[in-house]
Structure formats: C-alpha cells, structure tokens
C-alpha cells in the first residue's frame, strides 16, 4: 500500500502477509481523498477508522497532518502493526483493540469522519447495524459523514442518512451524513 498525499506522499508500507486484510486500492483511496479535499481541512479533523485492518485509511488522514484519529480492529495483529507503523511515522494514531459492533454501541464520542471498512462479505444486517448505531448514538459532528466502504453489489442506499455512493474498480464507498432526508 502506498501513502497518496501529504507529508509521508509516496511512502510505500508493506503490512505483514498474515494478516487478515484486504486494504483499500489506491485508485479508491485517491478518489475518496479528492472527495474530502473539497469538504474539509484535515488538520481540523477528528477520525474513526472502523476495521482498521492494516491503518491504511489512518495512514492517509496522518499524512494530510490529522492529528486526532482513533483506529478500532478485532484482530490483536493488525493494532500491534498500526501501532508500529504510526510510531515509526510520528503519527498520532491511538488504537483500540476491539469488536467493532460492540465499541459502537459503547461509544459516546464525536468525529467528523467515521471510516468503516468491514470485510466484504459481512452480512448484509451488518453493515445496515453500523449505519444504525453510528446515528442512534449521535457520533457525527455537524456536518460530519459516516463513509462505508464495500462491494460494488453491495447497495446501502435505502439506507437512512444515504447521501451518495461513489465506485472505484470493484469497491464503493457509500456516504452518510445526519442532515440526509430520510429515504
């Protein structure tokens, strides 16, 4: 994986093979960013990376100079290594092992951006629980977006808060925010 922008631009990371991951593409990564160029200043941010896996997504919010980003993973490998990398980057990443539906539901916080990249093959209910516990416990700020990234058969637009859906090879990304109408 590669770093697309900022003051780590180009850095190449390479996670361990064991790791049970499948990060972001480049491509979809570059895209998504060129959308939250238009909308936000990084450096004011406040960030949620849901499965986290290898701190892609972190990564990139870092290196744009984000300084508030929290990355929550299951798997004690994947937050061993975020920890590593983000350490070894002067990055400020602080990192949560944890099951992702059960720190939702426990979770009183605020964030501009909640990232959440789930394995594809979650259960359709699944990634509707993430949309529904990210609004029923009120974790966007003003103006912030719940981004779900996934298949491209996936189709979260029902969904509500739905704003936009976004495609890039085979992944999406589905955007949702707190002043969406209802669908």
């Known amino acids: 994986m590669r770093i697309v922008s900022g003051k780590h631009k180009s850095l190449r990371i390479t996670a361990p093979k064991k790791l049970p991951v499948r990060p972001t593409t480049d491509m979809a990564k570059e895209g998504l960013f060129n959308i939250l160029n238009n909308s936000y200043y990084f450096e004011d ?3 949620l ?7 892609n997504i972190s ?3 870092a290196s744009r100079g984000t300084s508030e980003i929290i990355a929550v993973d299951a798997n004690h490998g994947c937050i061993k290594f975020i920890n590593k990398t983000s350490e070894e980057l002067q990055m400020d990443i602080s990192t949560i092992k944890s099951d992702v539906f059960k720190y939702l539901e426990r979770q009183k916080g605020k964030f501009d951006i909640i990232f959440a990249d789930p394995p594809y093959d979650l259960p359709f209910e699944d990634f509707c629980k993430i949309v529904a516990l990210v ?8 103006d912030g977006q719940l ?8 189709n979260l637009s029902e969904q509500e808060h739905f704003t936009k859906l976004k495609k890039y090879g085979s992944s999406a990304f589905s955007f949702f925010n707190a002043t969406a109408s209802e669908n």
């Open 59 to 61: 990564y990139e919010f």
């Open 135 to 142: 609004f029923a416990n009120n974790m966007l700020a003003e």
């Open 49 to 55: 990376d849901l499965f986290a896996g290898t701190g």
């Open 45 to 47: 941010l406040t960030i």
């Open 147 to 154: 981004i779900i990234e996934h298949f491209k058969q996936t």
